[in-house]
C-alpha cells in the first residue's frame, strides 16, 4: 500500500479496515467497531457477512 489510507470520518490515519452489512470504510481508533479494535495489528477477520482487517 503506497499511500496510508485515511478514516472516513474524520480524516485521520486509518488503523484498519470493516466492512459491515454490505457497507465498507477505512477508520480511526476513534471509529473503529470493538470487533476491530479487539484484532492484533496485521490480523483479519471475517464473521458471516463482516470482514474486518487491522493494519500492522
Known amino acids: 500500500m ?4 485515511k478514516c472516513e470520518h474524520c480524516g485521520k490515519d ?5 466492512s459491515m ?4 470504510e477505512y477508520v480511526c481508533q476513534d471509529h473503529a467497531d470493538s470487533l476491530l479494535l ?4 496485521g490480523e483479519k477477520k471475517s464473521y458471516g457477512v463482516c470482514y474486518l482487517e487491522r493494519y500492522s
Open 2 to 5: 503506497a499511500e496510508k489510507p
Open 38 to 41: 479487539a484484532l492484533k495489528p
Open 14 to 18: 486509518a488503523i484498519g479496515f470493516q
Open 21 to 24: 452489512e454490505g457497507g465498507f
